[in-house]
């Protein structure tokens, strides 16, 4: 049950998902049932529509800084729907901890500081691997003569491009089952890859329809 106040904080990763407002409702939607109950006045709430990758994050977060001055200003806590919107790299939540701004992630309101620190080490270091894995997958493909995003591979050697996509679905599997097992649906899936910055073969974001095919490649 909240109580006291708050300044809520939402973004989004990229200009066409603030536009489009995927993502921001389903924020928006876990700030609410946080507050559903108690007695907690909510005094503002700011939207940034920002990458914010790299230790500067901060510095790259404008309406992040001004949801904290308000925060700072008026003894509020800074409410967020997900840990994860706030970020993955250790050094930027630990700054943010050391800052002396209070917060909470309706998703976790039960996590104390050591806690968050716990999730973004974890977060960040399953992020790594399955960049590692993905790098090991594509660089082994590569030396058995894929010439990996050319356009000439299309007329190339078949069996070798699915080779390719094998290997690039296996090192995903352990993570994908992983998926499965907690429930997440493939939407979800979705947007946990983009989030841990993992790429598609091709080094671009994931889409549905890039995760079902790589799913029935596995059988899953």
Same mark, same amino acid.
């Given at each position: ?59 790259? *977060?404008?309406?992040?800084? /001004?949801? +904290? @001055? %308000?925060?700072?200003?008026?003894? =509020?806590? #800074? ?75 299309? *007329?190339?050697?078949?069996? /070798?491009? +699915? @080779? %390719?996509?094998?290997?690039?679905? =296996?090192? #995903? ?48």
């Amino acid at each position: 049950m909240a109580n006291g106040k708050f300044i809520a904080y939402y973004r989004v990763s990229t200009a066409k998902q603030g536009q489009s407002g995927l993502g921001l409702e389903a924020q928006r939607e876990g700030v609410a049932r946080y507050l559903n109950g108690g007695h907690w006045e909510l005094l503002g709430e700011f939207e940034e529509h920002e990458s914010g990758k790299g230790a500067d994050a901060l510095a790259k *977060r404008p309406q992040l800084r /001004a949801a +904290m @001055d %308000a925060c700072r200003k008026h003894g =509020a806590t #800074l409410l967020i729907a997900k840990l994860d919107r706030l970020a993955r790299n250790v050094h930027f939540v630990s700054g943010l901890i050391e800052a002396g701004c209070d917060f909470v992630a309706a998703d976790m309101p039960e996590a104390n500081k050591v806690m968050i620190q716990m999730h973004a080490v974890m977060s960040e270091w399953e992020r790594d691997q399955i960049s590692k894995r993905t790098k090991d997958a594509l660089a082994a493909a590569k030396a058995r003569g894929v010439r990996l995003g050319r356009p000439e591979n299309l *007329r190339g050697n078949v069996v /070798a491009r +699915m @080779d %390719a996509a094998d290997a690039f679905a =296996a090192n #995903l599997a352990t993570t994908l089952r992983g998926y499965q097992a907690a429930g997440m649906s493939q939407r979800r899936m979705v947007e946990e890859l983009n989030r841990l910055g993992v790429k598609t073969p091709k080094g671009g974001e994931w889409h549905l329809g890039q995760l079902q095919r790589v799913l029935a490649r596995l059988s899953l």
